[in-house]
């Protein structure tokens, strides 16, 4: 894979970082170059995970003591920040176990786990579910003088402390995507089946890994396809699948893939996995496909189509122009017309109305 020294710098210092070992660079950095690997691990969710390995460097190779101690800085605030959601998310488990139900995590704080040092994953909001139901997780809110806001039929959010949390009713936008719709049921009904494990000792829970794999890979294509995704997206995977591969159903997991078209994403990120982060991914049923991997990462590093912050008068535009820039995505990774899933979109929003209750699944 070719990418430009910086981003190159940058990649191998957060492989080394994962893979607990020291960092190789050839040569030293000038302070330009640097600043450019700084800024692109702060866009790309990774500065505390690569601080772990710029901190470990000879003194010949370390970046000049000012950026040290911005880096330094950030980092901390990283983890800081991360131990504050650590806190109140166990505080939110804890209020759901007494009020006689569980907590997922999704995502974030959920994947966090599988990084040498789990703080140093950047989280932004707090994803949850319950098994109990999405009402459920607004009644432990209200009654604790919690905000709840933002509703729509996928969930809403709860700010408690300062820390919010997206409180999931379902995990997929299905909205007028009848295949979606299908693996918002597949979801459901693991849910409904208690399919999820308990974690640590603050009263969290995951999905299984075989359904967290399934949800992973559709969040991580979704992003990528209309909004982009960044290296911390890519690390997540490799670590998860790295640590879970044994105890994921792959051929289930490849049958709902085929049926999605997300198959060759999901071979596409297990070669990232392998080729640039050094994860061993040794079991038969997982599958590879470098034919895309160059122009993944390329688009990874690029880092040009993010919309999230974005007012919607300016995010719905952006989202349409990211769309027909991506068409090759749709072509090469989906195996679908984009113009047929934008009409599709369109159809979804202007006319399947719904009540946000359990029958809309069905």
């Not at 991580?220 to 982009?228: A, D, T, V």
């Not at 998860?240 to 997300?262: H, M, P, S, T």
Request: charged share 25%; with cysteine; glycine share 8%.
């Amino acid at each position: 894979m070719t990418v430009n020294p910086a981003d190159g710098v940058l990649l191998r210092l957060l492989a080394a970082a994962v893979n607990t070992r020291a960092p190789a660079l050839d040569k030293a950095l000038s302070d330009p170059e640097w600043s450019r690997v700084y800024g692109q691990a702060a866009k790309q969710g990774v500065l505390a995970v690569a601080w772990e390995s710029v901190r470990r460097l000879p003194p010949d190779l370390l970046p000049d003591r000012g950026l040290r101690l911005q880096w330094a800085y950030g980092a901390e605030r990283i983890v800081s920040r991360s131990k504050r959601q650590v806190r109140e998310a166990a505080r939110f488990a804890a209020l759901c176990t007494a009020a006689g139900c569980r907590l997922i995590l999704l995502k974030g704080i959920g994947l966090s786990r599988y990084y040498p040092s789990p703080l140093q994953r950047e989280c932004g909001d707090i994803d949850i579910l319950l098994p109990e139901g999405f009402e459920k997780g607004n009644e432990i809110a209200r009654c604790r003088r919690m905000k709840v806001s933002g509703m729509d039929y996928k969930h809403n959010h709860i700010c408690s402390n300062g820390v919010m949390f997206e409180n999931h009713r379902y995990l997929t936008s299905f909205k007028g995507k009848s295949d979606i719709r299908r693996l918002e049921r597949i979801f459901q009904d693991a849910v409904k089946g208690g399919d999820f494990v308990p974690f640590g000792e603050d009263g969290f829970h995951t999905l299984s890994p075989t359904v967290n794999a399934l949800y992973i890979t559709y969040h991580g294509f979704f992003h990528f396809l209309i909004e982009g995704i960044t290296l911390r997206h890519l690390l997540d995977w490799a670590l998860f699948v790295g640590k879970e591969q044994n105890a994921i159903d792959w051929n289930y997991f490849y049958r709902v893939c085929g049926d999605l078209g997300f198959s060759r994403f999901a071979d596409t990120m297990n070669a990232i996995a392998v080729d640039v982060w050094g994860v061993s991914l040794t079991n038969p049923g997982v599958s590879f496909d470098r034919r895309c991997t160059d122009r993944v990462l390329a688009d990874v590093l690029a880092n040009k189509r993010h919309v999230s912050g974005l007012p919607v008068y300016k995010r719905r535009p952006k989202l349409v122009c990211n769309m027909l820039s991506s068409r090759w995505k749709y072509r090469q990774l989906y195996g679908r017309s984009l113009f047929g899933e934008m009409a599709r979109s369109v159809f979804g929003l202007l006319f399947d109305e719904m009540s946000c209750c359990s029958s809309d699944l069905s």
